[in-house]
C-alpha cells in the first residue's frame, strides 16, 4: 500500500474553497485514490474516489495530475458542518491491508 | 436500511476479563474490518476479512482474536484485555476486494476502557 503524506490540520473560513493536497510517491500502475471524512466519535464516510484526471460528486471534487503522485480533495464553499478529519487512502482495489494514516483535520471558521 | 452496527456502543472492563465486541453487517458484504482508533496515531487495522472463515492480521493484532463463522458477523475477541487496549474501536465492511462500490461502510464505534 502506498504511502501518504498530508497536512496535520488546516483552518479555513466559511464559505471558502478549501484544498486538501495528498502525497503518494510510490503510487502503483493498479492504485486508486481514495479520500473519507470522519467526524468525532463517528467512524469514516466515504467522499470521493478517482484514479486519474478530475471526478466530481455532489459533495467534492478529486484533482489527480498524470504523474498520479499527489491529489488534492476540493471541498467547494464548506460550512461548519465541514469540520472534521479528511483521510487519504491510495491502493489497489483489493484493498485487503489498509492504513489510514492520521489524516487532515479541517476546521472551519466562522 | 444499509448499516455496519456494532455493540456495545461503550464499555468499561477490567484487566484480564475476557470480552467479545460484536460487529453485524446486513448489505451481503464479503470483506469486513476492525480498526482501532488513538489520539495521534489515526485509525489502525486489527484484523481483516476477505469472506467467511478467510481472516487475516492487519497492523496491530497483537492482543485480539476474531472470527468469521458466517458472512455477516465478524466479532472481536480480547481474550485478556489491558489497559493499552483502551481505544475506540470501528467495524466497517465492503461488498468485495475488487469493487469500488462507494468505498467502505463504517460502524458506529465502541469506545471501549479497560481499567
Known amino acids: 500500500l502506498a504511502k501518504t503524506t498530508q497536512p496535520i490540520s488546516m483552518d479555513s473560513y466559511e464559505g471558502q474553497e478549501v484544498n486538501i493536497t495528498c502525497s503518494h510517491n510510490?503510487?502503483?500502475?493498479?492504485?486508486?485514490i481514495t479520500w473519507y471524512q470522519q467526524f468525532p466519535s463517528q467512524g469514516p464516510r466515504f467522499i470521493i474516489q478517482g484514479y486519474k484526471t478530475k471526478v466530481t460528486n455532489e459533495v467534492a471534487s478529486l484533482f489527480i495530475p498524470a504523474d498520479r503522485k499527489s491529489s488534492t480533495l476540493s471541498l467547494p464553499r464548506v460550512s461548519l458542518s465541514d469540520t472534521a478529519v479528511y483521510y487519504c487512502?491510495?491502493?489497489?482495489?483489493?484493498?485487503?491491508?489498509?492504513?489510514f494514516g492520521t489524516g487532515t483535520k479541517l476546521q472551519v471558521i466562522p | 436500511e444499509a448499516q455496519v452496527t456494532q455493540n456495545p456502543r461503550y464499555l468499561i472492563t477490567v484487566t484480564g476479563k475476557k470480552l467479545t465486541v460484536t460487529c453485524s453487517q446486513n448489505?451481503?458484504?464479503?470483506?469486513m474490518s476492525w480498526y482501532r482508533q488513538d489520539p495521534g496515531l489515526g485509525l489502525r487495522q486489527i484484523y481483516y476479512?476477505?469472506?467467511?472463515?478467510?481472516?487475516d492480521k492487519g497492523d496491530v493484532p497483537e492482543g485480539y482474536k476474531v472470527s468469521r463463522k458466517e458472512k455477516r458477523n465478524f466479532p472481536l475477541i480480547l481474550e485478556s484485555p489491558s489497559p493499552n487496549q483502551t481505544s475506540l474501536y470501528f467495524c466497517a465492511s465492503k461488498l468485495r476486494p475488487g469493487e469500488s462500490n462507494y468505498g467502505y461502510t463504517f460502524g458506529s464505534g465502541t469506545r471501549l476502557t479497560v481499567v
Open positions: 510510490n503510487i502503483a500502475t493498479n492504485d486508486y
Open positions: 448489505m451481503n458484504h464479503e470483506y
Open positions: 476479512s476477505m469472506n467467511v472463515e478467510v481472516t
Open positions: 487512502l491510495v491502493g489497489d482495489m483489493g484493498y485487503q491491508k489498509v492504513t
